[in-house]
């Protein structure tokens, strides 16, 4: 999921924003093929790994993320974009790949854990920094349009504060996973996070779906941080799944938003998303939630509960698809090329 799933999104977002960024062609033809067939020869791989040496299933898997980088640093070099130190980000994520996948050679779980959980940490400093541009910007714009004051009152010291905490929780589950330090560091941040949302003034938005599931991506940040915190420092029982409210919660969800809002205006269609969208960003946030604190508030089994979350977030992709697809296969609404 962290490797697979969301590296594909964060590709995919990539491939999108760096021609718009830089002013370059988009890309298209063999180096995007090769991409995609990377991407899927990577999964094959890891889903039929029991078949084959477990070496060569871990060079394919981990060349998808060189390409892409290889595929994105020329127009970004070329133009000194300010964007281009998310290639750094990019590396740090493919080294925690590259843990993970040495630990699972050695046969040790605890290493393959401890890197997920980093790889973890820095996609979600990749969600507090790309969201912490678009969804003040996109809450602003559609504000506007609404015909209602657009400017939100934000201190700019917070967002490299936000990017600082993140950073700092990042470091210490290198060093100190799971301890009462790696608690008091996602207790920091959490307060961080809620206090930039806070300046967004997401409660304006919630007659505009495509605008307030932004918000609620976020959102989750600072919860899945406080839960974090709640069960590294206090042992607290509903707390101990936090993981899922920062993956499915914040990471997915930011994820289908970004997907839904990019699909109508790259196809030429008007930023309104219909109401079998709007069901599907509430399934996947009740998957989060099922997931996040099932076990200790549903009166069921935990394999039950666990199914009861994969149906939820198969229901919502599967509602994205179903309204979706046909966007995407065809042509531009407005009859422009793309």
Not at 70 to 97: D, I, K, M, Q, S
Not at 245 to 254: D, N
Not at 323 to 336: F, M, Q, S, T, W
Request: glycine share 8%; proline share 7%.
């Amino acid at each position: 999921m962290l490797f697979g799933f969301i590296v594909a999104a964060i590709a995919g977002f990539l491939l999108t924003a760096v021609p718009s960024w830089t002013g370059a062609r988009g890309f298209a033809g063999w180096p995007l093929r090769l991409l995609a067939a990377l991407w899927v020869l990577g999964r094959i791989g890891v889903s039929t790994s029991a078949l084959w040496p477990p070496l060569p299933v871990a060079v394919l898997d981990l060349a998808f993320l060189p390409a892409l980088a290889a595929c994105v640093l020329p127009p970004l070099a070329r133009e000194r974009n300010r964007n281009t130190p998310l290639l750094a980000v990019l590396a740090a994520l493919w080294g925690t790949h590259v843990a993970f996948y040495w630990g699972l050679l050695h046969a040790d779980a605890g290493f393959a854990r401890h890197a997920l959980l980093v790889g973890i940490d820095i996609v979600l400093l990749l969600v507090t920094v790309i969201g912490g541009r678009i969804v003040p910007a996109f809450t602003s714009t559609a504000l506007r349009q609404r015909g209602g004051a657009s400017q939100l009152r934000a201190w700019p010291g917070l967002t490299p504060l936000s990017i600082g905490a993140m950073l700092a929780v990042a470091i210490v589950d290198i060093c100190r996973p799971d301890s009462a330090w790696a608690g008091a560091a996602a207790l920091a941040a959490a307060a961080i996070q809620l206090a930039r949302l806070a300046q967004w003034q997401g409660w304006r938005t919630l007659s505009m779906p495509i605008v307030w599931v932004l918000h609620l991506a976020y959102l989750w940040l600072p919860i899945g941080l406080a839960l974090k915190a709640a069960a590294l420092l206090g042992a607290v029982s509903f707390a101990a799944y936090y993981l899922h409210a920062l993956t499915i919660g914040a990471a997915a969800t930011m994820i289908v938003a970004v997907m839904t809002r990019a699909s109508l205006g790259h196809t030429g269609r008007p930023l309104t998303v219909a109401r079998p969208t709007t069901l599907a960003y509430l399934l996947l946030a009740a998957a989060a939630a099922v997931r996040t604190f099932g076990p200790a508030l549903i009166p069921l089994p935990f394999t039950d509960i666990v199914l009861l979350a994969a149906l939820l977030w198969a229901a919502a992709f599967a509602l994205y698809l179903w309204v979706y697809a046909p966007i995407l296969v065809r042509p531009r609404a407005d009859g422009k090329p793309g």
